[in-house]
């Protein structure tokens, strides 16, 4: 009996103390969990944390340079700088300032030593923001279309593979700068029937913001038709490799006027680059009819 009771008491004590162990353990868990979720990222910037620092992470459309506030080397530059200065004055952190700006002016913007962590950053707050696969455009005909989410003119998100089942004309535009060339092509499609029926639809993709487009469309109504998406991170025109084609006049940070046809299957069967940036509704529809 006594055997009995003194193992019984022995077992107690090993229960006791397992459990406030586990108890602990428990605690110390839940603990690093909440700490974990309270320290911050990696600065985008580095350990200087300088708001000048900034400029320096950002390269110049026209010259590829590291912009430079002393040394301003175009309009695009200063309108970049500017931007900056505003986002800066306007009390946000560093990092959302950098965000700001790449999603502005694109991914390629960023100088090559920080591009992938801001890359990883903007694809961590929006993971459908950059597409699935990167082609080459000389060898895309035969390949799969990359799909994509980006926003439309409508304020909603628009993938490519809503369209599947249609034939899809991608036209990659400079956007608003690109006038009246791109924004001839873009009106035309809106207002071609064979381009908006239930076998085919055609989708411009500008870098600019929509906020730009829906002020031009108001001022120019015949453009309300065109079906437009906003590509501000260059991360879908990355992906279909038209940033430094012949058609590009700011090769590497904006695209020119380019086209891909993708059947209904998702599949590329048709490219044109063309730095004459003519309207082609003509040529594309008869390479539409080649894969009816």
Same mark, same amino acid.
């Given at each position: 009996m006594f055997t009995s009771k003194k193992n019984i008491v022995i077992a107690a004590i090993i229960l006791a103390a397992f459990a406030g162990g586990f108890f #602990?353990?428990?605690?110390?868990?839940? +603990?690093? #969990? &909440? @700490?974990?979720?309270?320290?911050?990222?990696?600065?985008?910037?580095g350990p200087s944390d300088s708001p000048d620092d900034i400029y320096k992470m950002f390269l110049c459309p026209c010259c590829g340079q590291a912009l430079d506030k002393k040394k301003i080397c175009c309009g695009m530059a200063g309108e970049m700088i500017n931007y900056i200065d505003s986002l800066i004055a306007s009390g946000i952190s560093n990092d959302k300032v950098i965000i700001k700006t790449a999603e502005k002016y694109g991914i390629n913007s960023v100088v090559e030593s920080k591009r992938a962590a801001v890359q990883a950053e903007l694809a961590r707050q929006n993971p459908d923001a950059f597409p699935k696969g990167k082609l080459s455009f000389f060898n895309a005909v035969g390949q799969n279309a990359p799909d994509f989410?980006?926003?439309?003119? =409508?304020?909603?998100?628009? *993938?490519?593979?809503?369209? *599947?089942? &249609? +034939? %899809?004309?991608?036209?990659?535009?400079?956007?608003?700068m690109c006038y009246p060339a791109? $924004?001839?092509?873009?009106s035309s499609f809106g207002n071609d029937e064979?381009? @908006?029926? =239930? /076998?085919?639809? %055609?989708?411009?993709?500008? !870098?600019?913001?929509? #906020?730009? $487009?829906?002020?031009?469309?108001?001022? %120019?109504?015949?453009?309300? &038709?065109?079906?437009?998406?906003?590509d501000s991170t260059r991360a879908v025109s990355s992906a279909y490799d038209v940033l430094s084609l012949a058609s590009s006049m700011h090769k590497g940070s904006y695209p020119g006027h380019t086209y891909f046809i993708v059947d209904k299957e998702g599949v590329?069967?048709?490219?044109? /680059?063309? !730095?004459k940036m003519a309207l082609?509704?003509?040529?594309?529809?008869? =390479?539409? @009819?080649k894969i009816a």
């Open positions: #602990s353990y428990s605690m110390m868990s839940a +603990n690093d #969990s &909440k @700490n974990a979720k309270k320290m911050p990222t990696a600065s985008l910037i989410s980006l926003e439309s003119i =409508e304020g909603a998100t628009a *993938k490519l593979s809503d369209y *599947k089942g &249609k +034939n %899809v004309v991608l036209f990659f535009t400079e956007g608003s791109c $924004w001839d092509q873009m064979r381009f @908006n029926n =239930e /076998d085919t639809v %055609v989708l411009s993709i500008t !870098p600019d913001q929509r #906020s730009e $487009w829906q002020k031009i469309i108001q001022k %120019v109504p015949k453009m309300s &038709k065109a079906r437009i998406l906003f590329i069967r048709y490219t044109m /680059d063309d !730095p082609r509704n003509d040529e594309l529809f008869s =390479e539409l @009819n």
